[in-house]
């Protein structure tokens, strides 16, 4: 264990302890007396006396000292001796055995020792070591602490200090804290992480000097595990523009899977939006804790390794070993129990793993407990097949929560029984229970209606039968050898979903499924047969509600109908072409989120041919919402991020390849179509469904491997191609010649093929042996480790949309202003940050809705009234004191175009460039439309497209005159220009000349009244402006001027003159024009820079003292 650093004097001590290692900077020692043979007399001694003290008295046998060279108390080591002349050394750790203090020690060789070197001062080395082995014995204790839940005070302790570094609002919720080291250079800097719902922060004082450190989730880039010159493992947070690297932890695998889960739950509820759904339990992000982001970890890793339902909660994870009669022994692994399923995995890879759908299960018992079978339970199911598990911890509270959830599915689910008995084997594939005789719908009334459409009741392949050319005897004798294999496997292994699945299976679905079973297994690998089973009529009321609707999905479906393996018989009639309609409308009408999306069609197609309607429905569930998560949506954002991961597979698989194509894209551009087709649009059919076999058995693996299989035995010739187009077309050439010769149908034409008349012959490739090639060679590939890329390559992918979005805005935004490219980045960046701070803070607030990936790009981030006044009063020149809010509610109102109380980007921009940039006669013109009323909502409509115009420099010849401001319209606009003047250099020249043009417009004004009245009100008016300018508040103002809160002093001359009083904006420039002091502060320049600069920094802090405001 760590020590608290405290000398040891070693004059008088060398002959107590030996030097077992050491190095420039530790020493590792053994006391005498411990773990010697024989012993001399001294050792023995030793032993003895350490033997007979108390235990509380008792010495550790093994300690580490920290000793630092050149310093006073330093004395070098040779030969593993101590010389004379050393006196002081710092304990640092302790240990009972060997093992454990070699522990420590490697620990200090892998993360302090190249580090200390960096220090020029021994002090200061002396000062680090001790620091970080302080800070690693806090952590330890708050993680005992946290394991235990035992007092939370070391936790309270570090949010108090959290809150006081970041000043964040409450709800910035702190999930977990680390000791760590943040490498500023080559120089560490010790302090704390924190990890927060929607940061990441850092905090070090260190040699009096502070360093803070706070990086949005939503703005990392890239978040991987490193190493450099001084240590051996690193974490690096990769933003915009920097890396941070962070190291020496207690334990780092833990603090990455925690950062991992952060980053990616909250880019994904940020800017993914379009299809994540969070788990329950972390819904409420103020809610959610370390705990449950260990859950959500090992929940996803479940899911993913069993391709289970979203909807599933793992509730258990225990070790045990299951009764594997194939190998007459008892298997070791673990339990997993969910909701609606217990599942076992062997922890040798790929040994066994069995699938047991509660539905299916009739039974769970306890067995007598026993030496030779300890802690027992047998689960029954319904195919007359029992599973021993054995070394259950806590058997009783297991075997209480499965019951509890067996109950609960049955009655939620019945099981329905069909009469007729089953004896074939294709029939008893999935247990008692004839799951293709279902009936399609429970409910008499509905099924028995002429006009519904009834779905095919045998797959189409049987409808449309084609027989080969060559050698039919021989084909059909493979497959008759084939399906003979299956059946012997049956009876050792299981015919149910619950089957065992082991390596013998794997090799099995890799030679090729038989046809007359491909549908069924389909059906149990994925587990479609669960969903099923338990949907009695579901399919059937789908297809009801859906046929006859006509939207545009449903158009896109019908173009697409006949463009569904036109080649092959069933999809050349109206048999095959209605079956594929049904089945793609009903799943459209299921999830209207993915709908419909392009290479659906050719799944679905394959589906039918092999399996009944039905149940290439639910085929195409578990594909679409399981096996291929995130796949078909409007941005396909599951395959961008398996193209990512395949392209790193590349790297690190075929690194000769790698090296000589630079740009992987191409090769990820190309295989997209692999990864969303399984294949089927670039391979000859009967090739293709090999394919498709392994991935229902092994999920997206088998797709991985195979194409860096077909990459491999490609590789010569795309390491010589020339260009992109070159090798597009080897890949597509070799593709197209990958042959079934075992294949029982004839060879249909691949319609997608680049290549069909070939001038020579091209070497046949035969899909088992590429298939067994990517088995071979690439078949090492874990379904944790490629959920672990996936994750970190989501990251880079929705940063990479973030950026594609970010640079479309910026392109149409550029030629309409004037602000330079780079300014119009950073307010880009403000404007995302303000919507993204609301998503942060407010949990009611409506900035989700705000944001729509399938959006038009400038019209994917929208911002409120209230998120507009935060980011004026941050970047706006125009600032007025108390009046500046007034006066941003002012300008969203104008730039509320379709007065949906949302503003996008280029609105903003544009406005803003008119502030900074537009000449005089511009920026009056933008204030006077500020202060004229909205009038009616059409003539407001057609004032606020004008307006956009006028900014946009769109400004058409032919435009009507602005209305003519009326008077109490007019003492607005004067109020807001004295508010503008305040604190400026030039203020008394400017309230001056103000007052001057001022009063010259209230006279101008009178001018045009038809009756006299009986004197001039503008002495009195103007005075009042002055007044009013000076004690403006908040509420004596309002947008658009609430005529209540009219000063007194001139409200009666005001309703004498309402209605005749009015002057144009013509007069109003004209006026201010004779001031030259005036035409000066419009016409300044005016630096954007300064103002982007400080708005960065004081963002965050303006919401938060806002909510800290508003919570009071």
């Not at 490193?226 to 932890?249: A, L, P, Y």
């Not at 049987?462 to 299956?486: C, N, V, Y």
């Not at 950073?826 to 729509?852: G, V």
């Amino acid at each position: 264990m760590w020590l608290k650093p405290e000398e040891v004097l070693l004059k008088n001590a060398l002959k107590l302890w030996v030097t077992q290692k050491s190095s420039c900077y530790f020493i590792l020692q053994r006391r005498r007396g411990h773990g010697e043979g024989g012993g001399r007399f001294t050792g023995r001694l030793v032993g003895a006396l350490d033997a007979v003290l108390d235990s509380n008295a008792r010495v550790a046998p093994f300690r580490i000292l920290l000793q630092v060279p050149g310093s006073q108390v330093y004395s070098p080591i040779a030969c593993g001796e101590l010389l004379n002349g050393s006196e002081v050394y710092w304990a640092i750790a302790i240990g009972a055995t060997l093992e454990e203090i070699n522990q420590h020690w490697e620990w200090l060789e892998q993360n302090l020792l190249h580090t200390l070197s960096v220090f020029d001062n021994k002090e200061d080395i002396a000062s680090f070591v001790k620091g970080k082995i302080k800070a690693l014995i806090a952590e330890e204790t708050s993680s005992k602490l946290a394991e235990q839940e035992e007092e939370p005070e070391k936790f309270r302790e570090a949010l108090v200090k959290f809150e006081a570094r970041f000043n964040f609002p409450e709800a910035e919720k702190l999930i977990t804290y680390y000791s760590c080291c943040c490498w500023k250079g080559r120089v560490p800097r010790q302090g704390w992480l924190y990890l927060s719902v929607n940061h990441l922060c850092f905090y070090s004082f260190f040699l009096g000097k502070e360093l803070k450190l706070i990086i949005p989730w939503v703005d990392v880039q890239k978040l991987e595990r490193t190493s450099n010159v001084f240590m051996t493992d690193t974490i690096r947070i990769t933003t915009h523009n920097k890396e941070r690297d962070f190291s020496m932890f207690l334990n780092l695998d833990e603090v990455f899977k925690i950062m991992e889960q952060l980053a990616d739950i909250t880019l994904r509820r940020l800017l993914d939006n379009e299809i994540f759904e969070l788990d329950p339990d972390l819904q409420e992000p103020t809610q959610i804790t370390k705990r449950d982001l260990e859950a959500r970890a090992q929940n996803e890793f479940f899911r993913a390794f069993f391709r289970l339902p979203r909807k599933e909660k793992l509730h258990e994870v225990i070790d045990c070993s299951l009764w594997t009669p194939f190998s007459r022994c008892h298997t070791a692994g673990r339990m997993f129990a969910s909701d609606s399923y217990v599942c076992f995995a062997s922890k040798e890879d790929g040994c066994c793993n069995v699938v047991l759908p509660l539905r299916e299960v009739v039974s769970i018992e306890k067995m007598e407990d026993t030496s030779l079978l300890p802690n027992p339970i047998i689960i029954s199911i319904r195919s007359k097949m029992a599973f021993q598990f054995i070394e259950l911890k806590d058997r009783e509270s297991l075997v209480e929560n499965l019951l509890m959830r067996l109950k609960k599915v049955h009655a939620n689910s019945p099981v329905h029984y069909d009469n007729l008995k089953n004896e074939d084997s294709s029939a008893t594939m999935c247990g008692d229970q004839k799951f293709g005789a279902l009936k399609l719908s429970q409910n008499g009334n509905k099924a028995d209606k002429e006009t519904s459409p009834l779905p095919n009741s045998e797959a189409l392949i049987a409808i449309f039968h084609q027989s080969g050319t060559q050698s039919p005897d021989s084909r059909m004798s493979r497959e008759q050898i084939k399906a003979s294999l299956w059946s012997d496997h049956f009876v050792e292994y299981g015919r149910t979903v619950c089957m065992f699945r082991t390596e013998k299976i794997r090799k099995l679905v890799a030679m090729g499924i038989p046809e007359s079973l491909r549908g069924k297994l389909w059906l149990l690998f994925s587990d479609a047969v669960t969903d099923l089973a338990s949907h009695p009529g579901y399919y059937g009321s789908l297809v009801e509600e859906s046929m006859g609707k006509c939207c545009l999905v449903t158009e896109e479906i019908e173009r697409d109908l006949h463009r569904s393996l036109p080649e092959h018989p069933a999809f050349q009639n109206e048999t095959g072409i209605a079956a594929l309609r049904r089945v793609l409308t009903a799943y459209a009408h299921r999830n209207p989120k993915i709908g419909y999306c392009q290479s659906m069609n050719i799944l679905a197609s394959v589906l039918l041919l092999y399996a009944k309607e039905e149940e290439a429905f639910w085929l195409l569930v578990a594909v679409c919402e399981r096996m291929l998560p995130d796949y078909f949506n409007h941005r396909v954002i599951g395959a961008q991020v398996d193209q990512s991961v395949f392209e790193e597979l590349i790297r690190e698989r075929l690194p000769e390849l790698a090296e000589h194509m630079k740009d992987l894209s191409t090769l990820a551009s190309i295989s997209l179509s692999w990864f969303l087709t399984l294949f089927l649009s670039i391979m000859p059919l009967e090739s293709a469904v090999n394919v498709v076999d392994c991935f229902f058995y092994d999920g997206i693996k088998a797709i991985f491997q195979l194409g860096l299989a077909v990459l491999e035995a490609n590789a010569m010739e795309l390491c010589s191609s020339k260009d992109d187009g070159q090798a597009l077309m080897i890949l597509s050439r070799f593709l197209d010649h990958v042959k079934n010769e075992e294949s029982p149908r004839p060879p249909i034409g691949n319609h997608h093929t680049f290549f069909s008349d070939d001038q020579e012959p091209y070497p046949v490739t035969d899909i088992a042996d590429l298939i067994r090639d990517s088995y071979e060679k690439f078949g090492d590939q874990s379904v944790e480790l490629i959920e672990h890329m996936r994750c970190k390559h989501r990251i880079r992918v929705l940063q990479g949309h973030e950026d594609t979005t970010k640079q479309n805005v910026l392109r149409v935004v550029i030629p309409e202003v004037s602000i330079p490219p780079e300014d119009l980045e950073e307010l880009y960046d403000l404007f995302k940050r303000e919507h993204m701070i609301s998503c942060y803070w407010e949990q009611t607030s409506p900035a989700f809705q705000h944001h729509d990936p399938n959006r038009p790009y400038a019209e994917q981030y929208l911002i409120d009234a209230q998120q507009f006044t935060n980011l004026y009063k941050l970047v706006s020149p125009w600032t007025c004191g108390a009046h500046t809010e007034i006066l941003a509610e002012r300008t969203f109102r104008l730039l509320d175009e379709n007065m949906d109380h949302l503003i996008a980007f280029k609105g903003f921009a544009i406005c803003l460039d008119i502030m900074y940039n537009g000449e005089m006669n511009e920026k009056i013109k933008l204030l006077y439309r500020l202060h004229l009323p909205p009038g009616d909502a059409i003539d407001y409509q057609k004032q606020l497209k004008q307006m956009l115009k006028d900014l946009a420099k769109e400004k058409d010849k032919t435009e009507k005159e602005l209305p003519k401001m009326s008077q109490r319209e007019f003492i607005q606009f004067c109020k807001t220009l004295y508010s503008m003047f305040h604190e400026d250099p030039e203020e008394n020249d400017l309230y001056q000349a103000i007052a001057t043009v001022t009063t010259l417009l209230l006279q101008i004004g009178e001018v045009g009244q038809r009756s006299s009245s009986s004197g001039s009100c503008s002495d009195e008016c103007m005075d009042d402006v002055q007044t009013e300018a000076s004690a403006s508040t908040s509420d004596q103002d309002s947008v658009f001027a609430d005529m209540g809160k009219i000063p007194q002093r001139y409200s009666q001359a005001l309703s004498m003159t309402e209605g005749d009083w009015t002057v144009s904006l013509e007069h109003i420039l004209a006026s201010l024009l004779t001031e030259q002091s005036l035409v000066n502060f419009f016409e300044k320049p005016l630096d954007i820079k300064s103002k982007l600069e400080n708005a960065k920094i004081n963002q965050s802090s303006l919401r938060t003292n806002e909510m800290s405001r508003q919570s009071e």
